[in-house]
């Protein structure tokens, strides 16, 4: 049963200090979103990568967020330095892209910042 | 750009009652329709997706969507809910051709015994 795994599920930090999320996407799957989802914004689009190639990342704060692919089975997103305000759920998905529309959606990362 | 509407934020429904999520959505070119459902504490799952084709579609647990390009609308409905249904369920719209997804905002589904 291929899956997205995501780590940490849970995440809690200072203010200040950097978080780093990881993401597998599934075997085969060149294209990976990252999310953000929050009561009061829902859910975001941050950034999407194919062939570990960012694509759009327009929805990212540029100046404290960052993602990469270092290798196929691998995504990564860090925040340096977090704030309370990036408080919420972050959510990895990947595609077959150009074969099929259809997103895959990891467990998620809960950050708090405090 | 794309949006997508959904105007209820919670639907609360009791079970074996049919229910109706609405959602319409925005585009200028031609579009690809899903709706996710997402269960407490969990990450999205499809539910339905409209491509092409027969402009009804079907999940495999009883759910269904009709796409309707004259209203630009892509309800979900189900004819008899049970307790299981409970879940946040999001519309999302793509361009043609891409991946990149625009969510509406969710509508809680509520089931009451």
């Known amino acids: 049963d291929a899956r997205v795994t995501q780590t940490p599920r849970h995440k809690v930090t200072e203010m200040g200090q950097e978080v780093t999320m990881r993401c597998q996407p599934i075997l085969g799957h060149n294209t990976v979103f990252w999310y953000r989802q929050t009561m009061m914004q829902g859910l975001e689009l941050l950034a999407y990568f194919r062939n570990r190639a960012p694509l759009d990342d327009s929805g990212m704060p540029k100046d404290r967020f960052s993602a990469e692919m270092p290798d196929a089975t691998l995504a990564t997103l860090k925040i340096q330095p977090s704030e309370p305000r990036d408080s919420a759920v972050y959510f990895c998905a990947s595609a077959r892209g150009g074969v099929e529309y259809e997103q895959y959606f990891g467990p998620g990362t809960r950050l708090t910042v405090t | 750009a794309q949006s997508v509407t959904q105007l209820d934020s919670q639907v609360p429904v009791f079970e074996e009652a049919p229910v109706e999520l609405r959602c319409n959505y925005s585009?200028?070119?031609?579009?690809?329709l899903f709706w996710y459902v997402q269960y407490p504490n969990q990450g999205l799952q499809l539910l339905l997706k409209?491509?092409?084709?027969?402009?009804l579609v079907e999940s495999i647990n009883g759910f269904e969507a009709e796409f309707n390009k004259s209203q630009t609308s892509f309800h979900l409905r189900k004819p008899s809910v049970h307790i299981s249904d409970t879940a946040e369920y999001f519309c999302a719209v793509s361009n043609f051709g891409n991946e990149k997804l625009t969510f509406g905002t969710g509508t809680r589904l509520t089931i009451i015994p």
């Open positions: 585009s200028s070119v031609s579009v690809y």
């Open positions: 409209y491509l092409s084709g027969s402009t």
